[in-house]
């Protein structure tokens, strides 16, 4: 069983930041790939950062420069700074994870709220 553990969403004003952190547990073995995307209501699962086995980030076009995501491989652990938040980025964030080569898996997702 692959568990993934998120922790840090909440509100925010405009233009300050949070830190996300999602942790992963269970028989995953090597993990290839690690990261966020996210999902505001009646729009699409977009893709935030992630981060993979050898260390390359990417990161959706419309957080670049402000999101950084790293990793500790010791504890399994991502982490998404984000700073500068605007009220667009509100939406639920889910943890990913691609491990074992070929599987997947998802976390139940943290909710993101940026207003004044």
């Known amino acids: 069983q692959v568990q993934l553990v998120e922790s840090g969403g909440g509100l925010v004003q405009p233009g300050g930041s949070l830190r996300l952190s999602c942790a992963a547990s269970g028989s995953i073995g090597s993990i290839f790939v690690m990261g966020w995307y996210r999902q505001a209501p009646g729009k699409q699962r977009d893709l935030v950062a992630v981060?993979?086995?050898?260390?390359?980030?990417n990161y959706g076009d419309s957080v670049k420069g402000r999101f950084t995501i790293s990793r500790d491989n010791a504890q399994n652990t991502v982490y998404l700074q984000m700073n500068s938040l605007k009220a667009e980025d509100t939406a639920v964030y889910y943890c990913?994870?691609?491990?074992?080569?070929?599987?997947?898996?998802w976390g139940q997702g943290t909710q993101v709220t940026v207003s004044s």
């Open positions: 981060i993979t086995i050898g260390g390359s980030t």
């Open positions: 990913y994870v691609r491990y074992k080569l070929v599987l997947e898996h």
